[in-house]
């Protein structure tokens, strides 16, 4: 049985991708027994250098030999407009697709996923999320008998390896931002990964899958690193926390909540110990428990490794005319709808005068808004000049009990307007394992 496989954008995954199909043929055709030959290969540029060379024979600049060619299109090219358009033509000539586009998937994913299932035809995205790891399979198939309660990811190594150095390194945001370009870790212009929105992509589309609705991108809540500084980082350590672009979707009755934000996690859990560029993924299910699911999340071999398992997928699927295909849309039939307020721990740092009455006055607003203080930490000799009037300060950090999101907000802004905090308050949100 042979199904024939053409590509469409040969850059970092299109070149690991057609590697890996071209020299592991052999292996996967024996343990599969279905024979996938790379038929075509479409890239507007055949002049640049790649780490492999794809053979003269099976190149083209034309897409369309790839739509007309092959049984499976594997769009490699990312970005919205192009590749929306070949997705949506590949499937109109009911070819299967296989992409890694996390960013059109967030954004426009509903319609390319309705338009597959309406065609009985496959869209393939095991790659778009968390690299070389099988955790939308896992969702899609190991887990398919649970209700899921809720998904903790670190999403983004970029943004990890930063935090990580910062914490390790000792370094501030700009340098650990500086190394990671040096590195190759992060792209010349890094506003995606840093302002949170790469992991924003990848946990609305994990949480279409688990959930069975598409959640409207602009409704998620994003917040970068971008904010994070050293002194909370070494702070929240001293309290037993470590910060983390923690990527959260979870299920409270009929809501759901979807958010990416620096989030303090006790340093003991499985979690806080992802470190670097590495990816983790955190899924509860109501049967299975607690679940996690670690690897690389990005880089060429990596992720061709979770394009090449959605080709076999799609060719077994072909094949036995299989059926039972989940899509990220609309399989839940009740309501669900996004929850904003959400209900959480927060960590609160404020630059304070060294004088009695300080945190009376603070404290007094947050019992107003019914905010319960869990710890207070004030380092008497860390000492710097802040605000317009250039006072000397210290900090004052205090760990909330679990409060609603909005009753913070609001009483932040009354305490910034206290004579006795200077500057702006620092806030970063606390999630516990039990939570
Ligand atoms: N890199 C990773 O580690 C990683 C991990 C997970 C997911 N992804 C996703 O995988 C996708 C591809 O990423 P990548 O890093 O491989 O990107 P990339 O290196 O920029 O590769 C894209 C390739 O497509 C080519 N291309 C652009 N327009 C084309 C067209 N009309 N027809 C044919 N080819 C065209 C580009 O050529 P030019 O360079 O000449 O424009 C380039 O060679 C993206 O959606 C990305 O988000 C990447």
Not at 16 to 37: C, V
Not at 335 to 341: A, D, Q, T, Y
Not at 360 to 372: H, M, P, T, W, Y
Request: aromatic content about 8%.
């Amino acid at each position: 049985m042979k199904i024939k496989v053409g590509i469409v954008g040969c850059g970092v995954v299109g070149t690991g991708t057609a590697k890996l199909l071209l020299e592991n043929r052999d292996i996967i055709r024996k343990k599969t027994g279905i024979d996938f030959q790379l038929v075509k290969v479409a890239d507007l540029n055949w002049n640049k250098k790649r780490e492999y060379e794809i053979p003269q024979g099976i190149r083209t600049t034309n897409y369309k030999e790839v739509l007309e060619n092959c049984d499976v299109v594997v769009e490699l090219v990312g970005g919205l407009d192009f590749a929306k358009k070949l997705i949506l033509e590949a499937l109109e000539k009911g070819k299967h697709v296989v992409t890694a586009n996390k960013h059109l998937l967030a954004m426009d994913g509903e319609t390319l996923f309705t338009q597959a299932q309406k065609r009985n035809l496959r869209i393939g995205f095991e790659a778009s999320v968390g690299g070389g790891i099988p955790v939308v399979k896992a969702l899609r198939e190991g887990l398919v008998g649970n209700h899921i309660k809720a998904l903790y990811g670190i999403l983004n190594g970029t943004t990890n390896y930063i935090l990580t150095r910062m914490l390790e390194g000792g370094l501030s945001f700009e340098k650990a931002l500086k190394e990671a370009k040096e590195k190759g870790y992060a792209e010349a212009d890094p506003s995606l990964d840093i302002g949170g929105w790469d992991a924003a992509h990848k946990i609305n589309i994990l949480a279409s899958l688990a959930f069975g609705k598409f959640f409207p991108f602009k409704e998620v809540y994003v917040e970068g690193i971008e904010n994070i500084n050293r002194l909370d980082v070494e702070l929240g350590r001293e309290l037993g926390y470590t910060v983390k672009l923690l990527a959260i979707a979870k299920k409270v009755n009929s809501e759901v909540e979807i958010r990416v934000h620096p989030t303090f996690i006790h340093s003991e859990e499985a979690l806080a110990k992802v470190d670097g560029v590495y990816n983790a993924v955190m899924i509860e299910g109501d049967f299975v428990g607690k679940t996690m699911f670690y690897g690389k999340g990005a880089g060429s071999h990596p992720t061709a490794s979770a394009v090449v398992s959605d080709i076999v997928e799609t060719g077994k699927y072909i094949l036995c005319n299989k059926g039972g295909e989940i899509y990220p849309v609309s399989w839940e039939k009740e309501e669900i709808s996004l929850r904003k307020n959400f209900f959480s721990r927060y960590y609160l740092r404020f630059d304070v005068p060294d004088k009695p009455g300080v945190l009376a006055s603070i404290s007094r607003v947050l019992a107003d808004f019914n905010i319960s203080i869990a710890a207070v930490l004030q380092k008497e000799k860390v000492c710097q000049l802040a605000g317009k009037r250039n006072e000397p300060v210290i900090p004052l950090v205090i760990l909330t009990h679990k409060a609603y999101e909005k009753d913070i907000q609001k009483a932040l802004s009354k305490i910034k307007n206290l004579s006795v905090v200077i500057g702006e308050p620092v806030l970063i949100r606390v999630e516990e394992e039990q939570d």
